[in-house]
């Protein structure tokens, strides 16, 4: 049975997207702990980060590290989040989000919802800040 996020990979559920190649997809959080938080899915359904081949974690890495200089570069948080946690979804899934506080790590304060228009601006600026750092290749149109 697919995964909630293979389902959203494979598009028979929505998703706001910000990076997408062969490997992995970036897509912002329906319970964001800040503005712009994306989650960097595997496209092949790994439960836990402990069973992902090296490679692949190579590059979960390497797409959350240019997504979050994304976030860098948009929001100018002091710090940028990175958590695996694993528990929402049994499909491998890194967090990148701004964080001005070390409350910013707890879910307990991730938003319950998100307003789509505020969204829409997050997914675009995101867009727009990976393809002028050289990325454009792997951002979605």
Sequence with gaps: MST???KIIDGELPGRFVWSDDVAVGFLSINPLGPGHTLVVPRAEVDQWIDAEPGLLAHLTEVSHAIGAAVRTVWSPPRVGW?????EVPHLHLHVFPAW??????FANAAPGVDAAEQDAHQAALKAALRDAGHGASVPS
């Design 83 to 87: 958590l695996v946690a694993g528990f």
């Design 4 to 6: 909630l996020f293979t």
């Design 101 to 106: 506080e070390m409350a910013a790590f707890d």
